[in-house]
């Protein structure tokens, strides 16, 4: 295992390498995690940059530093690379501060900073579907579909994480076709989009707020090609944050219109384009509740539980909508939900997210 120390010697070495100027004697000050492995660090610095400490066993160092700089190139606010040492996996990127969206984020603001965002994912969208030189400009990278293997292989973590291990929930040969079969009509409904560029993380965690700019974009290393509503989906019906329903589906509809008029995607019906982004939705809810599982079970980031009942509510509403996932929907409720209801975690999904007159939310004052 590298040590922040040795991190900290590469930091110094890349800052005399750049005339970096320094505020203060250098000192990497440790910043919160993700759900990854990377360990980030700001490094006092003016302007300042975060150093990343990236395990090369398990983060892919030359893909994040070849699409950072392609997606920048073609207009999509992604942090600047400094230097890199893929051997040993640190990076040293320009610092875009902590102002998250979703620190930011208030009912007087959200119409503002979603606009913001939903120009910059339409720009994202817009990139070429080609070949991306690598970081060092010697191969090219191609980006991988998000074919059906894939997003089959996603939802299947809600049976391998979400029932069995953390609601302690064994399926029966029944109850698996089913669930197979439901996966089917997703993945159906997801590759008749338009596929596009797709971040696949894009929500109120990995976009900041900088005034008087585009959002910058960050944690964008697993893009892949795929469909249109992905990223849109997860920016508004965000597993951290809650929007009314009316405004949520006002906001994608918009969506929709631009992806039109900038040649993303033929016209298509407002029933259609909703149908799209609900069920592709459900497909990334139902992965979240495996993720989640798995970040307490295996990772030992309990965190995510307390987002569980948001997530359910996610793909108890849309489910409840269709009357081809009706069967998913009851059985939900009949044999989840009650396995649910015990759990420490569990908080009455029908209400999660609802703020009342007076709340706040992250980012709002009294």
């Known amino acids: 295992m590298v040590s922040t120390q040795a991190l900290h010697e590469w930091v110094q070495e890349q800052l005399t390498a750049h005339s970096w100027s320094l505020t203060a004697p250098l000192a990497l000050i440790p910043l919160g995690g993700d759900a990854g492995f990377r360990c980030y660090f700001r490094v006092s610095t003016e302007p300042a940059l975060l150093a990343v400490l990236a395990p090369p066993e398990f983060e892919n160092n030359p893909l994040f530093v070849a699409i950072a700089r392609y997606l920048r190139e073609q207009g999509v606010h992604t942090p600047d690379v400094v230097a890199a040492d893929f051997d ?3 990076l040293l990127l320009e610092d875009f501060g902590d102002a998250l969206y979703c620190n930011e984020l208030s ?3 959200v119409d503002l900073l979603y606009g913001e965002a939903m ?3 339409l720009r994202l969208q817009q990139c070429p579907l080609t070949t991306i030189p690598t970081a060092d400009a010697s191969d090219m990278i191609t980006l991988d579909d998000y074919d059906a293997k894939r997003l089959r292989d996603e939802m299947r973590l809600l049976e391998d994480w979400f029932i069995p291990q ?6 029966n040969d029944k109850e698996r076709v089913m669930l ?3 996966y089917q009509q997703l993945e159906n409904e997801a590759l008749r989009q338009p596929q596009v560029w797709v971040h696949r993380d894009y929500h109120s965690r990995n976009l900041i707020f900088r005034e008087g700019n ?8 697993d893009a892949v090609r795929g469909p249109i509503t992905y990223d849109l989906v997860s920016l508004l019906r965000d597993c951290y ?3 009314p329903p009316e405004q949520v589906e006002r906001w994608a509809l918009s969506y929709g219109n631009m992806a039109v008029e900038v040649g993303l995607m033929a016209p298509v019906s407002h029933p259609r384009f909703l149908r799209w982004f609900d069920w592709m939705g459900l497909q990334r809810h139902i992965k979240v509740l495996g993720i989640f599982s798995r970040l307490y079970l295996r990772d030992g980031k309990p965190g995510y539980l307390n987002d569980l009942p948001l997530v359910i509510r996610y793909v108890l509403e849309v489910s409840d909508n269709y009357v081809e996932l009706d069967i998913f929907h009851d059985w939900f409720i009949e044999k989840l939900l009650p396995l649910c209801e015990q759990q420490d975690w569990y908080s009455d999904y029908r209400v999660a997210g ?3 007159a007076g709340d706040l939310i992250p980012g709002e004052q009294p």
């Open 88 to 90: 040993r996996g640190f």
């Open 107 to 109: 009912v007087e603001s």
């Open 119 to 121: 120009m910059t994912l």
């Open 166 to 171: 953390l609601l302690g929930y064994e399926l």
């Open 180 to 182: 197979e079969g439901l």
């Open 214 to 221: 585009a959002p910058g974009v960050i944690d964008f290393q």
């Open 241 to 243: 944050v809650r929007w």
């Open 354 to 356: 609802d703020r009342t």
